[in-house]
């Protein structure tokens, strides 16, 4: 189970995949099916 251990104020943009890397830092990485919308079903 993951446990929050700090709030760092990182702004999320859509579409991102956010993570601590093996340096510590926060990295982000460029999701392959994010950040669209979902169409509207008729």
């Not at 579409?15 to 990295?27: M, P």
């Amino acid at each position: 189970m993951a446990q929050k251990v700090a709030k760092v104020g990182v702004k999320k943009e859509p579409g991102y995949l956010y993570f601590v890397d093996k340096d510590g830092d926060v990295a982000r990485a460029k999701m392959a099916r994010g950040g669209r919308k979902k169409k509207k079903r008729r």
